[in-house]
Nanobody, 127 residues
């Protein structure tokens, strides 16, 4: 079992940057592909980015491509999301998730394919 804890959320002005972290418990972090999802009020939880077990492959939602960067440090059991050029429409609760898989494919853009979730961290982007 994996426990995930997000941190780094907060309030930032449009055009600013923010970095999120997702700390995982246990010694099997490297067995999991990881993802970031977000949920705005009144909307469904949507895919943001995902990264393979080794960090060699990543996928991004079109809405964040070229602005957000996902990364991971398996030695620290931690995944990151660097968010630049933030927009008000990026405002949401951001969740990290883990999927036990050997290969990251577009299959893992679906939130239903993840096994474990964190509690979420709020990101608010003001005008």
């Amino acid at each position: 079992q994996v426990q995930l804890v997000e941190s780094g959320g907060g309030l930032v002005q449009a055009g600013g940057s923010l970095g999120l972290s997702c700390a995982a418990s246990g010694r099997t972090f490297g067995y999991y592909a990881m993802g970031w999802f977000r949920q705005a009020p009144g909307k469904e939880r949507e895919f943001v980015a995902a990264i393979s077990r080794t960090g060699g492959r990543a996928y991004y939602a079109d809405s964040v491509k070229a602005r957000f960067t996902i990364s991971r440090d398996n030695a620290k059991n931690t995944m990151y999301l660097q968010m630049n050029s933030l927009k008000p429409e990026d405002t949401a609760v951001y969740y990290c998730a883990a999927a036990l898989t050997t290969t990251l494919t577009t299959y893992y853009l679906d939130r239903g394919k993840y096994d474990y979730w964190g509690q979420g961290t709020q990101v608010t982007v003001s005008l």
